[in-house]
């Protein structure tokens, strides 16, 4: 099964950011269903059954060391001319360790990447097909600010492929506190 850890934003967060995005949506880009939309925190990629109690172990600890936050989202970007996405506003540097501790709980079982670019806050909003030019999206949407959330746990998700014209399907597995000290 294809796994990932995240960071959820509240319902109410990303009914707002739909709102605004809905002003930009066209039939250019490929758009994310709101539903799905959350921050990413490690990519495990396929995992076997066999494996799944342990990773949901390692990550339940490192959830357990961190402390909740506070997030928003904001801003926009892009990932050269394919992605389009809305930037994460809080505390760069708690998000990034707890970042670094939920790949880590992978690599500790021999599943994820090694991936060395440096982590980026975001929500995917939608995707080109093909190359695009993004930038008339990121300027509509640079100045967003959505409501303040508590970031207060991690998810633990299976990623289904979507149908044809469909993007994949979320299945929230295990959801982990951030109950550590500040």
């Known amino acids: 099964m ?35 939309w959350h921050l990413t925190l490690a990519f495990y990629g396929e995992v076997g059954e066999d494996r799944l109690g342990e990773l949901t172990e390692r990550l339940a600890r490192a959830a357990r060391r ?71 999206y990121v300027e509509r949407l640079a100045a967003y600010s959505g409501p303040e959330w508590p970031a207060d746990g991690v998810t633990l998700f299976r990623s289904r492929p979507g149908g044809p014209g469909h993007g994949p399907r979320y299945e929230a597995l295990a959801r982990f506190a951030l109950t550590g000290r500040r």
């Open 66 to 136: 961190h402390p909740a936050t506070r997030a928003r989202i904001a801003g926009a970007g892009r990932f050269g001319r394919a992605v389009l996405w809305a930037g994460i506003d809080g505390d760069d540097v708690a998000l990034r360790a707890l970042a670094g501790s939920a790949r880590a709980a992978g690599r500790r079982i021999g599943v994820g990447s090694e991936d060395r670019q440096r982590f980026r806050p975001h929500v995917t909003l939608a995707r080109a097909r093909g190359a695009a030019d993004l930038r008339p």
């Open 2 to 36: 294809r796994l990932f850890a995240a960071v959820d934003p509240p319902p109410a967060a990303a009914a707002h950011l739909a709102a605004v995005v809905d002003e930009v949506r066209d039939g250019v880009l490929r758009w994310s269903d709101p539903a799905g």
